[in-house]
């Protein structure tokens, strides 16, 4: 598959603060450098959503590349090479991350953002990589059905869906001429 598995903007973001004043484009490829070098690292980072939005996709692409040609291709492992600013950080990407996602159809990584915090209104998100050793970032959801006013809920629904019911046989029965199981 040579698609990519997320979405993929196709202008590139400004983005805030890369390296300073005046940094540039350079500046902005350097910080993305930085942020998927983590990435592959950690496994999980917090941090602009905008900055790991755009890193997203570069880690994929990587992976995905690494995963498709092997560590014998000389241009994947370029490619590793030059986004990966550590570089054993490139046999754990084909030592580790590769075996790891052979048989995934999906993306390789999860994207979360995080709710705003006040003052600050910057939006912040988490982006980790699938299959990581931390605890999940969305915890299964809670079964809510056994609480008292979800049961209070479902006992009236069913109680007016048992009276909706009666109405419609008692309609049906003087339209026909007949009561309940009786002929008139």
């Known amino acids: 598959m040579n698609r990519l598995r997320v979405p993929l903007n196709r202008r590139p973001r400004k983005l805030r603060g890369t390296l300073g004043l005046g940094s540039g484009p350079e500046g902005r490829i350097e910080r993305i450098r930085m942020t998927v070098t983590q990435l592959m690292r950690h496994e999980r980072l917090e941090g602009s959503f905008a900055v790991l939005d755009e890193s997203r996709a570069y880690a994929e692409l990587l992976i995905q590349q690494a995963a498709m040609h092997g560590p014998k291709n000389k241009e ?14 490139v046999h754990k990407l084909f030592n580790t991350l590769v075996p790891r996602y052979k048989n995934y159809s999906t993306s390789y990584t999860d994207q979360y953002q995080l709710p705003n915090v006040y003052p600050e209104n910057r939006m912040q998100a988490v982006l980790e990589l699938k299959g990581n050793p931390w605890p999940p970032v969305n915890e299964h959801a809670v079964d ?4 008292i006013h979800n049961v209070l809920l479902t006992a009236a629904r069913k109680s007016m869906t048992n009276k909706t019911t009666d109405t419609s046989l008692s309609d049906i029965a003087l339209n026909t001429g007949q009561t309940h199981g009786t002929a008139v």
Not at 76 to 89: G, I, R, S
Not at 144 to 147: N, R, V
């Open 144 to 147: 809510t059905s056994k609480w």
């Open 76 to 89: 994947v492992v370029e490619m590793a090479d030059f986004w990966l600013l550590d570089k054993d950080l």
